[in-house]
């Protein structure tokens, strides 16, 4: 009794838990798995010689020398850029808003525009970053003289490199101001790789305003843009080198090769064979062999390329592809495996990817690029009508619409979900890449067109009277064979 008691006063000690990260455990399996793991901040991480390296690694697998690589990055700039970005003018004057538009487009064409934002798409994602800079172009057959320049990476770098850097304010040739914004931009007038002249470490300083900077930030604190091919990197290699061994094995399989060899003891059975008739020598075409007794001669047997080679292949490209956001059927250019549900489930994932990655062009590029042709375009006098505050100019951008599997499915499902008052006829012009008001020009031009020419005034009447003819046709083969199985039935 006593003893229970003694038990009952004793402090009640909460039970440990022995508990732990394993990925934090460092032991004899799992140390090499880690070794190059570091905890440098974003900048000290990416310094210039690392990207260096993957810059120029990068452009090897995926610009230079593998067509999937290739393939991939001109995918994701042909599905994010397309033909080019459209300007949409909101203002209360739509004659205003075609002026603007119409001009706008004119000089986005004399400027190539479009073909610079795809090349921009690409640099971004093999190079880690891209720069447009602004500059006059008086070639350019508008009254708008305003160009950008595309610039590589390699030229923003810092012009003094001996003197100690602090990277809060200064990285890789960005001068940053105390809050982290860019006041200028240090570009090599020539670039670090060119061999046709004298490399020197002349530079110009350019504005911030003047500079359009694209790159991916994954890190805070980073402040260059790091190959988005970089994770991929290491893949490259091992796909190239089992297709090259695999192509080999195959190739020695299907020479004429025979090997002779015996199934005897070395010491007995078929007549002895000197060193000398060991050696290689050609076979002529159409001819007969002799061997001694006791010794056969056999092809070598074609190994590969083995079941499993289009699988491995598959395997590889699915990952590589992964770290871009592109499904395995645009990465190989094959969709043979697909059907239209894994198909559009595939491609959801990659248009929400592209649609994130418009909406980073437009905020970064396109807005700073906009205002600064309406900065210009309203200093020459009559080219423009007078906006008072240009800067609250109500606009939007309009990209190249998704292609569709089945346009039949996604038309009625169109149809349906506006019937039920869930989609509107702005957002589903919108999906098609343009604006309500260009789609109903189009389709009034359309209609005009039509009536000049003879033409029914709406191309849907003529599906719409087949499909009623279609109707009328199946209801008079119902009545036709209701009423025969009535008169066998008399019968």
């Known amino acids: ?12 000690s909460k039970p440990q838990i022995a508990a732990r990260w394993d990925g934090a455990q460092t032991t004899t399996n799992n140390v090499n798995s880690w070794l190059y793991a570091d905890n440098m901040s974003a900048t000290a991480a990416a310094n210039e010689e690392v990207l260096r390296t ?36 909101n203002l209360p004057d739509s004659a205003v808003d075609e002026i603007i538009e119409a001009e706008f487009a004119r000089w986005m064409k004399a400027t190539r525009l479009a073909e610079k934002l795809r090349t921009s798409r690409i640099a971004k994602a093999v190079d880690g970053d891209v720069f447009l800079v602004q500059s006059n172009n008086s070639k350019l057959p508008t009254p708008v003289q305003l160009d950008y ?5 390699e030229q923003c770098s810092t012009p003094d490199q001996h003197q100690e850097i602090d990277e809060r304010f200064e990285v890789d040739g960005i001068r940053f101001d105390l809050a982290g914004n860019p006041i200028f931009y240090n570009f090599l ?54 297709t090259l061994a695999t192509l080999e094995a195959a190739t020695s399989a299907a020479y004429w090769m025979a090997i002779i060899h015996t199934d005897a003891p070395a010491d007995a059975g078929p007549a002895q064979i000197q060193d000398g008739d060991f050696a290689a020598f050609d076979l002529a075409r159409n001819a007969a062999m002799s061997l ?30 992964r770290c871009l956001e592109i499904p395995f059927n645009i990465a190989s250019g094959n969709s043979s495996d697909y059907n239209f549900a894994s198909g559009r489930l595939d491609w959801q994932s990659f248009f929400r990817a592209i649609e994130v990655e418009r909406t980073y062009y437009e905020k970064t590029a396109l807005e700073p690029i906009f205002y600064a042709w309406l900065d210009e375009a309203l200093l020459i006098p009559g080219y423009l009508p007078p906006l008072g505050d240009f800067r609250d100019v109500p606009h939007a951008w309009h990209w190249d619409g998704f292609p569709v599997v089945d346009p039949t499915k996604e038309a009625n499902a169109a149809v349906s979900l506006h019937a039920a008052g869930l989609l509107d006829e702005d957002a589903y012009w919108q999906e098609k890449g343009l604006s309500v008001e260009e789609a109903h020009r189009r389709m009034a031009r359309a209609k005009e067109s039509r009536e000049a020419n003879g033409l029914n005034a709406s191309p849907q009447s003529e599906p719409q009277q087949q499909e ?18 009535a008169s066998g039935e008399s019968n």
């Open 1 to 12: 009794m006593l003893n229970w008691l003694k038990k009952l006063r004793r402090p009640y």
């Open 54 to 89: 993957l810059r120029a690694r990068s452009r090897y697998e995926f610009q230079e020398n593998n067509s999937y690589g290739k393939g991939m990055v001109l995918a994701l700039a042909n599905f994010t850029i397309g033909t080019g970005p459209r300007l949409e003018i």
């Open 149 to 153: 320049r595309l610039i590589e990476a």
């Open 189 to 242: 007038k020539h670039h670090p790789g060119a061999e046709s002249i004298d490399f020197t470490d002349d530079y110009m300083s350019v504005p911030s305003e003047k500079v359009v900077h694209l790159f991916r930030q994954d890190r805070p604190g980073q402040r260059r843009g790091i190959p988005e091919t970089a994770p991929a990197l290491p893949l490259m290699p091992i796909l190239r080198r089992y």
């Open 292 to 321: 001694p007794e006791g010794w056969k001669a056999s092809q070598m047997k074609p190994e590969h390329p083995t079941t499993t080679y289009g699988d491995f292949k598959k395997e590889i490209l699915e990952e590589i592809a």
């Open 468 to 485: 009623a003819d279609n109707e009328e046709e199946a209801q008079e083969s119902e009545e036709t064979s209701t009423s025969q199985s």
